[in-house]
């Protein structure tokens, strides 16, 4: 057989093998499941003797990672039979030695918690951290998203499904109006049930930074209403974040784009919303 029908039988065989692949995947999320092919796990990295944690995972289970979370009303379903250390980021120490830890993943955590608390969390991060560890920072990307929304187009249209289930029509909705609900989800709701502010004058005329905070002005994280932003998140106000938390090398990354062996398969990381994340890696 000649070297090009072997080179394209191979390429066949790649091809029917990622169809095959897609079709069971397909048929596992109509069940409600996720398939898992053993062959994936050939390409994981050697975890062996290494402290992973994941912090605010919710139900999210990876081999080898730790689990750490916070137990709220909102969440009480995620958590029904995992496995996870209760930790709460507003109040406590992450329960690790100095210098333990060799990768932190924290995914959509940050949009949901104050300032301040963000802050000591960082340091919390870079105590434990070995030398050379890495903290990977996911959360929506609020500077993306004020630029996505200044003008007229269909960026949003990803959101229609979530507005559907809270009965709010689409067709109605704004540019300033997706951008509230993703930053200040309590100012959003309050608008349109008619006792609260309309945004609009006050995206027209401030600047983003000004607009930012004063939406976010006053909101407080509530276990009630534990999946509501409250905060907001662009690369610069991480990165100062993260220098006044004692990390010196900062990058910002991309999807499936950790430089950290540990987080890249992309079966385990950054699967919330990729269409607005900011990926940020800090080096202790």
Known sequence: MLRKDVEEMVQLGKLLKKIVDKIFKCFGRILGIEIVFSRSAKKDCDIRGKRLINVGAGDWKCR????????????????????????????????????????????????????????????????????????RVCCPD????????????????????????INVDY??????????????????????????????????????????????????????KAGYHINYWTFSKVKDTLIDSNFTKIIRSKYAGSISEYMKNKMYFDKTFPEMSLYVEAIK
């Open 142 to 165: 609020a500077e993306f998203l004020w630029n996505a929304s200044q003008t007229d187009n269909s960026y949003w249209i990803w959101r229609k499904i979530l507005l559907k289930q």
């Open 64 to 135: 080898g990672w730790i689990c750490l979370d916070y137990s709220s009303p909102w969440y009480a379903s995620m958590h029904k039979g995992g496995q996870y250390i209760e930790y709460d980021i507003r109040n406590d120490k992450l329960p690790f030695a100095d210098e333990t830890v060799d990768a932190i993943y924290c995914s959509h955590v940050i949009e949901h918690i104050e300032n301040e608390y963000i802050q000591s969390f960082f340091l919390e991060c870079h105590r434990v951290l070995k030398k050379g560890g890495i903290l």
């Open 171 to 224: 067709a109605n909705m704004r540019q300033v109006d997706f951008l509230v609900r993703e930053i200040a989800t309590e100012r959003f709701l309050d608008y349109i049930s008619g006792n609260g502010q309309d945004y609009n004058e006050a995206f027209l005329n401030k600047d983003m930074d000004n607009f930012f905070e004063y939406i976010t002005e006053g909101l407080t994280y509530d276990p009630k």
